[in-house]
């Protein structure tokens, strides 16, 4: 995954995730608060209705008490009849009423579709109603639908005394409709009555109590008794049209029926679902703004990275004049204000190495980076100088490398040039070439020095050491080897020589040919000096004079010195 990618969705989720968890919450903490709103709501109205019904009931059996507060006499008088007669007129729900004494037989029955009876004798004593009401004072029969249609109830009521009788009347249900129509929840919510059967007996859609269609109304009774079985929270279920509804319910005790007030779940929730639609709004116009904001923030992060990976690709490739140009005014501008002094200072030290490569195109390396060190290549130029030369070379090297694996003798060569160089290097010398197992060393040439001669002497001690070590390390081998140093000291002519595809620093003149015929003597662990250099040293390293020595080229023995306390050949 490319770096845009990752750092586009780590902030675009840093945006979008809270913003989801947000909305979610809300949601679900919306709901939860609506869902319990809802649920008081609807057992309010469930209650409310219930209580309207109750007094409904309660005042008809309110009015029938008024008609048996009298014992009754031989005859039935006007008075009683009168106040049978008005209280059909005050109470229009009770469709008949009779009156029945205390030994059950009626004596009073006035109706409004029916004939009136007075003294009509029958015999009431054993019916439900009488026995009911005499039981309870009062007494509400079950629901029937007269010829399949209209519901009624049967309400008896008895007198305070035994000797006042019982009324009892005949009630019609569907003015409970004036009661149930008048309650809405919401724009579409209603409320419904239910008997103890769970037949409908009062619905705002009157026709639907007129059918008295069981099959129809059984969504209704499964509604309520979901609610039964969690009571005093309102249940979502289908209602007869097979619409989801939340409903709750409320008992009226009276009569043993069944308040429920119901509310479609689409109007219950509506204000969730309209704050949800606007909070899925919210977040979509959040994640368009937190997707525009990571796409710049990652352009502002990944531009500069490109620019600088450019930049570092082409500083990698050679191109050190090359800047990277960012102006971020942050930490990308100062990294590449570093990269930029760090191309210059490549760039520098590629002109230094490519002219100590030049350079060593015609000079020693040693020459080649003293002349770049000191920047100034006229130390190069011929001039006469007191120098010290020191030759120095391997003993039995012919013999051994003709008998020796190729191999073996290159590896040998490259450690004994390692060490050296090395030791030539911290004194300050200057190597001027190796010519197979011999070399040659200025000491105060091309760049002066102070005490050459003690310099050269010290030098040369620390080369046999090294050597020494590096041969006994190889005591196994076929040959034995040794290393001879000879120095001497005198003025020489030093600068470049050769030819113009190759230079070389050295020194000529009488000192340079007595250092190496004083090498060319030297034994195993020896070093051999001139007395030019041992009076130079003077007592300040033990020299030991030797007896003189004819040396090819000189016409008298050369006095030569030693340096003492050296390990044995």
Known sequence: MSLFSKYFLALFAAVVVPLLIASGSQAWFGYGDRRA????????????AAAKIQDFMEGIRDQLGWTVQ?????RVDEKRRLDAFVLLRQVPAVLSLGLVDAAGKERLFVSRIGLNRVEGGDDHSASPA???????????GPVTFQRGSEPFMTVAVAGNRPAAGVAIAEVNLKFIWDVVSAIRVGRTGEAFVLDRQGRLIAHPDISLVLRADDAATRPLRDLRAAILDRPGEAIAGRDMAGSTVLAAMAPI???????????????????????????LGLLIAGAALAAALAYW???????????????????????????INITTGDEFERLAARFNEMAGELGVSQERSERIGRLKRFLAPQVAELVDRSG????????????????????GFTAFSSRTEPETVIHLLGEYYDALERVVSTHGATLTNFSGDGAMVLVNAPVPCPDP??????????????VQKLLADRQGLDHRLGFGVGLAMGPATVGRIGSGGRLDYTAIGTVVNLASRLCSGAHDCEILVDRVAARAVGSRLPLVELNPRALKGFDRPVAVFAIAALPPA
């Open 253 to 279: 005790s009276t009569a043993g029926w069944s308040v429920i007030v119901k509310q479609p779940v689409a109007e219950a929730f509506g204000p969730i679902y309209a704050a949800l639609w606007r909070t």
């Open 453 to 466: 001669a003690l310099r050269a002497v010290e030098m040369a001690r620390d080369m046999q050491l090294n």
């Open 376 to 395: 100034d290549d006229h130390v190069l130029d011929g001039r006469r100088v007191e120098a010290v030369v020191v030759f120095c070379d391997l003993r």
């Open 37 to 48: 709103a809802l649920n008081n709501l609807l057992d309010a109205e469930a209650r409310a």
């Open 130 to 140: 009488v026995t009911g009401a005499r039981e309870n004072r009062a007494w509400f």
């Open 297 to 323: 923030l990652t352009q502002r992060m990944t531009r500069p990275i490109l620019l600088l990976e450019d930049g570092v690709t082409r500083i990698g490739a050679g191109q050190f004049d090359h800047r």
């Open 70 to 74: 009298l014992p009754w006499s031989e």
